[in-house]
Structure formats: structure tokens, C-alpha cells
């Protein structure tokens, strides 16, 4: 299982602001790679952050055993693509039509690359002052059959856990209706994404989280291990190391107002009644 992650800089404003350009640029690179989606793209708006030059577009496809997400600001001339898929497909053809829908500066930019089956622990160290976030992957073992509630709960309750501002509530499904595979979830946060994807046959969990802000991890692994099981690969790696430096820095001329984040964000206070 190969897990790819993009962070693209030197981007073009107009494409990464526009929903219906990277919904069919979504549908369009899955098929040209031969990843399987499973469902059609999510995508969310944002324009009503904290950090009024943090608006853009968010963007999930969920594949069969995986997902491609795309986070976009527009302002900061920059996206960051995630992508994973039980399966064989190229990664640098991946990026190279991620360029082609949405070019970037290749020297301004950085790929990374990792194999969630390598059975590997490990962390590379990072100055936090330096990077805007972790991103934590982890596969599990586990004894019992997840539910859907059971995802959808863990998904919510870890937003909290780990201090994270979410956009959506979670999205949870099985990727076909007979016989399924996989079951899959992701929620999309301010801060990037939290997804697990679960396999029927091998009864492994491929957890990961990718945050554009530190936050204490140190507690995600005992997390996993007593709500799931064994876990038989964890790799922390950063994300971001030339966000600080490169990001373009342009003011938001027509942020929302005050009335306009509070009720777009009333959902959340009430869930919480």
C-alpha cells in the first residue's frame, strides 16, 4: 500500500479556488492512474477560518481501500495532496498530473513517499518551530470487526483529543454494496484530515493523520493500541518544512465577517446540545 503526499508551492490562484476544476481534476487523475474511487469527491468550501488568509477548498475522494485529498489556499499559492490506495499505481505520474491540473515550482516543492506495509517503527526528528505539523501513519491488528458507528465515533472523538478544529462531521462507508472489502473514514479538520481504513480479509487498520499544526502526538500511539489492538507500524514524519519560508503571504481583502463565521460554524455548538 503506497501513501504519497504532494506539498505543492508556486501554485496557480484561479484553479485552486475553483470547486468544479478540482472536482473533475479529481475524478480525471483517478482514472488515469487506475485508482479505484468509490464514491464521487467531497468538497468543502472554507472561507471562514480563523486565519482569514487560510481560505480555500477542500477535497476528498474516497478509493477502494484509500483516498486522494486535496487541501488548496488560494491566497498562499500553495495545495497539499495525500494520497493512498490498496493497490500499485505510479507516483511520479500522480505528480506529474497533480502539475498539470494545478502547476507548482518544482524546486519550491516537495514529494514524499512511504510503503504502509513495511512493518517499520520510527520517527524523524523535527524542530516544531520549523514545520506546520506532524503527519502520523499507523497500521494495526485487531481482533474484532469495526462497525460503522464505532469509526465514526473514534473519528469524532479523536478532533477533540488532539485539538483540532473540524470543517465537516465524519464520512463513513464501505466501498461496495455486496461483499465489501474495505471500510472506510475520513473527516476533514482545518488543520488537514484524520482517515482509517479498515480490511475485511486481513483485519488490518491503516490509520493516519495529517495535521498542518503541532500538537502533542505523544499520545496518539496508546490511543490506538487500547481502542484497536497491536500496532505493527508507526512512522511520524513532518510536514511543511518550507511552508514557513515559502508560502505566498497575500491579505485576504474580503474575509468573512464575524456574523458570517458564527453562523456558518453554528453546527458545531449544535451537535454538542
Not at 6 to 11: E, P, Q, V
Not at 19 to 34: D, P, Q, T, Y
Not at 54 to 68: A, C, N, Q, R, T
Not at 124 to 145: C, M, N, Q, W, Y
Amino acid at each position: 500500500m503506497l501513501h504519497m503526499m504532494l506539498d505543492a508551492y508556486g501554485a496557480t490562484e484561479g484553479r485552486l479556488n475553483d470547486v468544479k476544476f478540482i472536482n473533475n481534476s479529481l475524478n480525471a487523475i483517478a482514472e488515469k492512474l487506475g485508482v479505484i474511487p468509490v464514491a464521487p469527491p467531497f468538497l468543502l468550501p472554507y472561507y471562514y477560518g480563523v486565519e482569514p488568509e487560510d481560505i480555500g477548498i477542500s477535497s476528498f475522494l474516497f478509493l477502494k481501500g484509500g483516498h486522494v485529498t486535496i487541501h488548496t489556499f488560494p491566497l498562499r499559492e500553495c495545495y497539499f495532496v495525500d494520497m493512498v490506495f490498496d493497490g500499485v499505481y505510479d507516483e511520479k505520474k500522480a505528480v506529474a498530473l497533480f502539475k498539470k491540473s494545478f502547476p507548482f515550482d518544482d524546486e519550491k516543492s516537495t514529494v514524499q513517499v512511504e510503503n504502509r506495509d513495511s512493518g517499520v517503527t520510527y520517527e524523524r526528528k523535527f524542530d516544531g518551530s520549523e514545520v506546520f505539523g506532524p503527519h502520523i501513519f499507523a497500521k494495526l491488528a485487531t481482533d474484532r470487526v469495526p462497525t460503522m458507528d464505532e469509526v465514526f465515533k473514534f473519528l469524532e472523538g479523536l478532533i477533540a483529543k488532539v485539538n483540532m478544529t473540524p470543517i465537516i462531521r465524519p464520512y463513513v462507508l464501505t466501498d461496495s454494496m455486496n461483499n465489501p472489502s474495505y471500510l472506510s473514514g475520513i473527516v476533514m479538520i482545518a488543520e488537514s484530515h484524520i482517515s482509517f481504513h479498515y480490511n475485511y480479509k486481513t483485519k488490518a487498520i491503516y490509520f493516519d493523520i495529517f495535521s498542518c499544526k503541532m500538537f502533542d502526538y505523544t499520545a496518539i500511539l496508546p490511543f490506538l493500541k487500547e481502542t484497536w489492538g497491536p500496532v505493527q507500524s508507526y512512522i511520524v514524519i513532518p510536514r511543511g518544512s518550507k511552508h514557513k519560508f515559502l508560502k505566498a503571504n497575500r491579505t485576504n481583502t474580503r474575509h468573512a465577517s464575524g456574523k458570517a463565521i458564527a453562523y456558518n460554524s453554528a453546527w458545531k455548538d449544535n451537535i454538542l446540545k
